[in-house]
């Protein structure tokens, strides 16, 4: 089956703790991207890739990192500067963001709780 | 329409009845527009697009109309089932750093009584 995955499902993290959330796809997509989703809110981009090796920063980009080293993976890490890491993270891509007509497939999210 | 705080718009309807969700959106350049499905604790699903070169598209059971005179959107539901339950959200891809990146609008949740 191809997809888009994330790992995990649910993720507690500690104060002052790094936490990792994983994305990887399976579709050949170019594109990659992560979003940020609270309660009651749309979706709001935090990073996104467009190719191997290369990142942009989104519009709530503070307090997060990510990497790009292979084409299927886009790991994004919350870092201990994120002071309000409670929310729904959404993984996506594309074939690629540079036209207008793309559709994004999304993962099925990852819950990150605060202890 | 716009709402302030932690509430999404919501639309109430009885299963069989037509479901309207409106959307406004912000950049005039942008060419295209998308609507996702999100049911509860799950990512965005694809529902059906519009280019900015058309006013109207059908797909199965829905409908998108697009009025590029006041920036708004609006997703036509037919016969809406229980199954439709779920936030709807539209989005727009405007030019952001010479690609095109999706905006999401805040969604509006469509609740469908059997």
């Known amino acids: 089956d191809g997809g888009i995955t994330q790992s995990p499902k649910y993720l507690f993290r500690k104060e002052g703790q790094n936490v990792t959330l994983s994305c990887e796809q399976n579709l050949n997509h170019d594109a990659m991207y992560w979003y940020r989703q609270d309660p009651g809110q749309g979706l709001r981009l935090i990073y996104y890739?467009?190719?191997?090796?290369?990142?942009q920063k989104g519009d709530i980009a503070e307090g997060y990192s990510v990497s790009r080293e292979k084409k299927e993976s886009f790991p994004l890490t919350v870092t201990s500067a994120q002071k309000n890491p409670t929310a729904f993270y959404l993984c996506?891509?594309?074939?690629?963001?540079?036209?207008?007509?793309?559709?994004?497939?999304f993962g099925p999210g990852t819950r990150l709780l605060v202890l | 329409g716009e709402s302030v705080g932690l509430h999404l718009p919501t639309l109430s309807v009885q299963e069989g009845d037509n479901s309207i969700i409106n959307c406004a959106y912000s950049n005039s350049a942008s060419d295209y527009f998308i609507w996702y499905k999100q049911e509860s604790g799950k990512g965005p699903q694809f529902i059906i697009d519009i280019r900015s070169n058309m006013d109207k598209r059908q797909g199965q059971r829905v409908t998108v109309l697009l009025n590029k005179t006041v920036k708004h959107l609006s997703l036509q539901i037919a016969a809406t089932q229980p199954g439709d339950s779920a936030v709807y959200f539209c989005?727009?891809?405007?030019?952001?750093?010479?690609?095109?990146?999706?905006?999401f609008g805040r969604g509006t949740s469509l609740i469908v009584h059997p």
């Open positions: 996506a891509s594309s074939t690629e963001s540079g036209r207008a007509s793309e559709t994004q497939y």
């Open positions: 989005a727009e891809n405007p030019v952001r750093g010479g690609s095109y990146i999706p905006t």
């Open positions: 890739s467009q190719i191997v090796n290369d990142f």
